[in-house]
């Protein structure tokens, strides 16, 4: 079983910064690809970023391509996402999630969730 606590969310004006973390527990870290998804009231959840834990490779969203960063700390078993230039529309519950395998764009093929942070952009 795969713990994820995420941290880091608040409020913040457009066009500033967060750093998202997102702690693991247990073993076998490594063998997971991570993700980080949001979702607004009345939206569905929506995909963000996604990154192979033991790997290199990373996927964005459109939507925060450029101003969105996902990277990881092995040591610490943690992942992170920085978010630039936020805007009004970044506002939701940033929610961190772990799978088997490769990066999934698709919610539902992650197995384990965090409860999520919410993140606030004031205009």
């Known amino acids: 079983q795969v713990q994820l606590v995420e941290s880091g969310g608040g409020l913040v004006q457009a066009g500033g910064s967060l750093r998202l973390s997102c702690a693991a527990s247990g073993r076998t870290f490594s063998s997971y690809a991570m993700g980080w998804f949001r979702q607004a009231p009345g939206k569905e959840r929506e995909f963000v970023a996604t990154?192979?834990?033991?790997?290199?490779?990373?996927n964005y969203a459109d939507s925060v391509k450029g101003r969105f960063t996902i990277s990881r700390d092995n040591a610490k078993n943690t992942v992170y996402l920085q978010m630039n230039s936020l805007k009004p529309e970044d506002t939701a519950v940033y929610a961190c999630?772990?799978?088997?395998?490769?990066?999934?764009?698709?919610?539902?093929?992650?197995?384990?969730w965090g409860q999520g942070t919410q993140v606030t952009v004031s205009s």
């Open positions: 999630a772990a799978r088997d395998g490769s990066g999934s764009l698709k919610a539902a093929t992650y197995d384990y």
């Open positions: 990154i192979n834990w033991s790997g290199s490779s990373t």
